[in-house]
Every structure is written in C-alpha cells, then in structure tokens.
C-alpha cells in the first residue's frame, strides 16, 4: 500500500499527532545547536596542533629554518587559518539556520570594526592586487550592536566583495547611517562590469558559497537588507542596510601614566628563586606535545595529563602554578575537573590559575566554563602568543 502523507502542518485540518510540539522543535533546535558545536571542537582539535606546530617551527624552537623553509612553512600556516575561518564560517551558519544565535548589543564604534576586517581580508586583497579603503561618515559613528556579529557582516562583505572583483584595482566602503539604518556599501572598480546584479551574485556564489551564505544569514538574524547592484561606468557594489540605532560610545578613561617594571615572555623564569610549573591536561597527544615544548623552551617546568580524573589527581599532588584544562576529554571531563579542583579543601589548590580550553567557540560555553571555576577560557585553535599571554597573565614571579 501506497500512502502519501502531507508534511506541511500550517494546513488546516491535520491531524494533532501529526503536528510537532514547540518543545519538539524546540528539542530539534537544541540538538542542532549541540551537534554544530561539537562538530566545531572536533575540526578544531586538529587545527590547533597544525598551527601551534607551524609557530613553533618559525619561532625556532627546534632550531632555526632556511629561508625556504619559513616560505614552506608560512604558508602552510596561512591555508590553516584559512581552514580555521572555513570552520567557524560552518558551524555558525549551523547554529543560525537552528535558531541559537541571539544578539547581544553594546555601543560600538563603527570605525573600529571596520579597521580589524579590512585586516582580516588584507591577505586576500593583497593576493588579489586589490587596495581597499574604508569611509566612515561621521568619523566618531557609533552604533547600537552585536560587535561580533557587526564585524563579521563587516568582513564578509569586504571578502565578498574582494572575490567579485578582477584582480587589480580599488575597493572603497562606505559606511552612513540614515533613517534609523547603518548602510554598508562597496564600490569596485572592475575592468569587465556585469549590468546584471544577478550576474554577479551567481559568480560570487560559485566563488565562495559559505561565505555568502553566512553574509545573507547574519544580515537576516538582524532584519537587514542585502543587494548587488551595478552602478554607472566601471563600478559594482553590494549594499547592506542594518537597522540599528546610532549610539554614543564612551570613551574609555585615561589612566594616570606610571612607569612599568618591562616583561618579557620570551625570558626563561630561572632568575626567579623557583621554576612555575605549569599543567596541561587535554586528551590530544600531538597538541599536549607541543605545548609542552613550547613551555619548556621557556625554562619552565611542565607535567601533562589525559583525562580529567589525572589532572585532578596531578594537581592535588603537585599544586601547578597554572593548569591549562581542556572541556572535552575521557573519564571526567574537564568542567568537573575543575569544579573537583575549586572544591578542595586546601586553599592553596582552590587559588591556583586554570584556564580552560574549548573548540566550541561560543559565548556560553565560555560562561559554562566561568560557572564552573575557570580563572580563564581560551578558544582553540591558540598560537604562541596566546601562550605567551597566559604566561604574562599568570606566571609573573610568586613568593613561595
């Protein structure tokens, strides 16, 4: 028997058991979310190790590269990043299409957002031989909004705009803000314009089609308008319009000027009276082995672990001056770990510094992970100057 079956469930007249709940949709949503996430730690779990090998090579831990090899090597480094964006451009347009991605506004300085793309898409341009300038109107423009979101509508833009374009020549952007809308536009010069926008959507589609649907999908989230156009002469452009209100921006308040004892990172602790230890607990052994290089290049004194029930066990026995604890690993995962941690009885072992370290890259895994007891989060895929951060951070010389 054949039966055909009407999925679409607005129609009157369906049957209830055929209609989903809203805790179902809701369930469905919630499930997509997680799923996106975890896909995210996990792409993310081995960029982390291509990239903090790559910095450590071009720093010279393992000694000094020919100039060849920095080459190779460099760009082994730039097509990772670019792997790292392509993954952050998935699992965000994952949790959008699920309905996770709410807005959370500040007052934003437009001018600044604009100054970290046009940084974020200078590889492309340069590889493309196409100079871009921004024009912010006014200057000190501020709006009302997501800062995260505004500068990745930003930059997709930018991206987009870049790849639609022939090699060689000028990008501008322009920014206003009119009738309670920011307006986003970019003007291209090109050598062979399309008179028909639709043209140029379908080009840059073929081009880079995550991209463009990540800049269509967060233009959504915010009720905005996006479209191409071709202008007149040897011009093509996109427009996006944001309703987002104008803010003032505070501006934030100079701090009287006192001489700084200088820090370097970069400087092995031996001058102090003992060696910071330092314990790193992920279930990744290539990335755990080259953290710890990195950390004993420096001169300090490093102990590992591969599972949460280890690093707590590690901790209560050695009492690290820092713990680096990843979110996701066997046994006990590491938010228990630190909560068993922060739950000791020794003072000593509830002060020490744990920073947690997650592929999930978003804003309340991050809360999670505060919730749980972690001094800090770091997001993977880290390089060395995050590392060199937490050292800065957490490391300075302690009288025991």
Do not use: W
Not at 87 to 105: C, F, I, K, W, Y
Not at 239 to 249: A, G, K, M
Request: overall charge negative.
């Amino acid at each position: 028997m054949i039966m055909n079956i009407d999925l679409d469930f607005t129609k009157p007249g369906q049957q209830d058991g055929l209609r989903p709940s809203s805790a179902l949709l809701e369930g469905a949503a919630t499930d997509k979310n997680e799923f996106f996430g975890n896909m995210g730690h996990e792409l993310r779990n081995p960029l982390s190790n291509i990239i903090a090998q790559v910095e450590t090579l071009l720093e010279g831990v393992y000694g000094p590269l020919e100039s060849r090899q920095q080459t190779a090597v460099a760009a082994i480094q730039d097509s990772a990043r670019q792997l790292l964006q392509l993954v952050a451009d998935v699992v965000d347009l994952g949790r959008m299409e699920a309905g996770a991605s709410a807005l959370t506004p500040t007052a934003c300085l437009v001018s600044e957002k604009c100054s970290s793309s046009v940084a974020l898409v200078a590889g492309l341009a340069q590889a493309r031989s196409i100079q871009i300038v921004t024009e912010v109107q006014p200057p000190d423009l501020g709006v009302l909004a997501d800062a995260r979101r505004l500068q990745q509508i930003i930059t997709e833009l930018l991206s987009a705009a870049v790849l639609s374009m022939h090699t060689g020549g000028h990008l501008r952007l322009q920014v206003t803000h009119a009738a309670g809308s920011l307006q986003l536009q970019t003007l291209g010069s090109a050598s062979q314009p399309s008179s028909d926008p639709t043209q140029l959507l379908s080009r840059l589609g073929k081009i880079k089609p995550i991209g463009l649907a990540l800049l269509q999908q967060l233009v959504q989230l915010h009720g905005g308008s996006f479209e191409a156009h071709a202008a007149a002469g040897q011009e093509v452009g996109m427009t996006i319009r944001l309703p987002l209100s104008r803010s003032s921006v505070p501006v934030p308040a100079q701090e009287a000027c006192a001489p700084e004892s200088p820090t370097s990172v970069a400087a092995p602790p031996h001058a102090a009276s003992y060696q910071p230890t330092i314990l790193i607990a992920d279930d990744q052994p290539a990335l755990l082995t080259v953290t710890r290089n990195y950390f004993e290049s420096l001169g300090f004194q490093v102990i590992t672990a591969r599972d949460g029930s280890e690093a707590v066990h590690q901790a209560c026995t050695l009492q690290p001056d820092l713990i680096l604890m990843d979110v996701r690993m066997p046994v006990v995962d590491g938010l228990t770990a630190i909560r068993q941690i922060r739950a000791a009885a020794d003072p000593k072992m509830r002060a020490i510094a744990i920073v947690s370290l997650s592929g999930h890259a978003g804003g309340a895994d991050k809360e999670k992970c505060l919730a749980a007891g972690a001094t800090a989060y770091l997001t993977k895929p880290f390089g060395i100057r995050e590392l060199d951060g937490l050292i800065a951070d957490y490391l300075r010389p302690i009288q025991k």
